[in-house]
């Protein structure tokens, strides 16, 4: 899998900082992520994972120093242009953040309405996409009747809908038992094999075991490289 | 059906309370307003069709000569404004007057002398029956030598048009004080929409939504406000109307003036203008909100 790796960097960060007041969050990060490189963030909870995530599709903006996305340097997007940078993301949440009024079909579609897809395109995707995480018969279903496994495959499927290049996973099996854990990791490593680059933050050190990868550790803010598993 | 009409149709369906109560206020706001409207457009034909029949009545000195009659004439016909002076002697204006008695035109017969004077009946061309243009010429009138007395009937009705523009005045500030109760009950329900589905708001953001198309959705749920309220509160100005219209005595309404409804401009203007108080409602709530 290593070995098809494309080596350019998809996204480069440059002695990033995140302060929030006194308190340093992301302390002098640099680090590149290769394209359709497989990557673990690790740490334990409050180490600063999810914060780089976030400044990642700019949900936070840096306090010092660059990042830079596919070529584009976050720091000079016009925020009208933001939703353009978060179509290149795929973003999984530990809590989903599915719209708890929608069904299974409307959220995933929510992506391709919100680029101006066509509404035939957006049905024959929305369909395949929920074929492939194994939710074809819950279209019509709401997220507070789906079980956690159930509502983080949709959350995945409204992910990867849009064919994004890169895929953030923040903690995307916080909250799941082990067999629906390895349904989600067997589902990124899909989207992975077919192109895209996956970033993951988690504490869980089990699963980064199992899938392999390389792993950045992060600690009290600080970054420090681990050797590829 | 695009995703935001979808998407604004669901909104209302969800929110059917606080729509329902935005909807009544503008109809309210509209029905009010547009009642002064159709006040102000009857009253104006009404004074129209008043100021149309203007005349001046010159009443003679008893002891001018029939012989400067048609002298003056001559004069009052020249006087700019005039479009035609009728000579009425006091014979024909006794016999007119018991023409109009009828069956009280005895009473008349035992008079020794006519009481009544010589007169000139002055109509004024169309286009110069302005107060000012009356009152100038009953003034030139009054100056004639021959002249006792000028009268012209609707005197009152420059009074009347007095009350009549300050009234005009109270209406549009009414309106206007309507229109800004509307756009702020608007602003509120989006703005309590919007609280209510903020994470939706902040989870439509994450995936890439633009604000154009988080917006959308409440442009069209103001729109859609907007046009129910304008035509609710018209339905019900129009019903009023009818029985308003119904008990209205016939003579009254007949003959030189009808009272009628809003005109078609008049009705498509209130519709848009219900419409544009709905999204100027959604305008400021969103400009608020998504700044935020």
């Not at chain 1, 290593?2 to 640099?30: M, P």
């Not at chain 1, 070529?71 to 993301?89: A, H, M, T, V, Y």
């Not at chain 1, 956690?148 to 099996?173: F, H, K, S, W, Y």
Request: hydrophobic share 45%; charged share 20%; net charge positive.
């Amino acid at each position: 899998m290593i070995d098809s790796e494309d080596k350019s960097a998809i996204i480069r960060l440059f002695h990033v900082y995140r302060n929030y007041g006194v308190k340093h969050a992301l302390i002098d990060i640099t680090l590149d992520i290769f394209n359709n490189e497989f990557l673990f963030i690790s740490g334990p909870s409050g180490a600063g994972k999810t914060t780089l995530l976030k400044l990642l599709y700019l949900a936070e903006p840096v306090s010092d120093g660059q990042i830079l996305v596919d070529g584009l340097n976050l720091s000079r997007i016009p925020r009208k242009n933001i939703p353009f940078l978060r179509r290149k993301f795929g973003i999984v949440f530990q809590d989903y953040k599915l719209i708890l009024t929608k069904t299974v079909y409307e959220n995933v579609a929510l992506v391709l309405e919100a680029a101006g897809e066509k509404r035939r395109l957006i049905h024959k995707k929305v369909k395949s996409v929920l074929r492939t995480v194994g939710m074809e018969q819950r279209l019509n279903s709401l997220p507070p009747s789906l079980s956690g496994g159930e509502q983080q495959r949709v959350a995945i499927a409204r992910a990867v809908i849009g064919d994004p290049n890169i895929i953030l996973a923040d903690e995307p099996t916080g909250s799941l038992d082990v067999d629906a854990a390895d349904l989600v990791m067997d589902l990124l490593k899909k989207f992975h094999t077919r192109g895209a680059t996956v970033v993951i933050a988690t504490h869980d050190k089990a699963l980064i075991h199992k899938t392999g990868g390389r792993v950045v550790h992060l600690n009290e803010g600080r970054l420090q490289v681990t050797p590829e598993i | 059906m695009t995703p935001s009409v979808k998407r604004a149709i669901q909104d209302i369906r969800q929110n059917r309370f606080l729509n329902a109560v935005t909807i009544i206020t503008i109809a309210l706001s509209i029905l009010i307003v547009s009642a002064f409207a159709l006040f102000f457009i009857n009253t104006n034909d009404l004074m129209n069709a008043w100021k149309r029949g203007i005349r001046i009545m010159a009443y003679l000195k008893p002891e001018t000569p029939q012989a400067e009659i048609p002298e003056l004439k001559k004069k009052i016909q020249n006087m700019y404004g005039v479009s035609e002076a009728r000579f009425i002697s006091k014979e024909d204006a006794l016999n007119g007057l018991k023409t109009h008695m009828k069956r009280q035109s005895s009473l008349l017969d035992n008079l020794r002398e006519n009481p009544l004077p010589d007169t000139f009946e002055i109509l004024m061309i169309a286009s110069s029956q302005s107060w000012e243009r009356v009152e100038m010429l009953a003034a030139d009138i009054e100056k004639l030598s021959q002249v006792a007395e000028v009268e012209y009937g609707q005197r009152w009705l420059e009074r009347f048009t007095n009350i009549f523009n300050l009234f005009r005045l109270a209406g549009y500030a009414l309106g206007a004080l309507f229109f800004m109760a509307a756009i702020f009950f608007v602003a509120n329900t989006i703005r309590l929409v919007l609280y209510s589905r903020r994470e939706e708001v902040e989870i439509m953001r994450l995936v890439g939504a633009a604000d154009s198309f988080i917006k959308m959705p409440f442009y069209i749920e103001g729109l859609i406000q907007g046009a129910l309220g304008g035509i609710i509160g018209l339905a019900a100005l129009f019903v009023i109307f009818l029985f308003v219209s119904s008990n209205v005595p016939q003579d009254f309404s007949t003959g030189f003036f009808h009272i009628r409804f809003l005109p078609l401009p008049v009705f498509v203007a209130v519709i848009f203008s219900s419409m544009f108080v709905g999204w100027l409602g959604c305008y400021l709530s969103l400009k608020q909100y998504l700044k935020s």
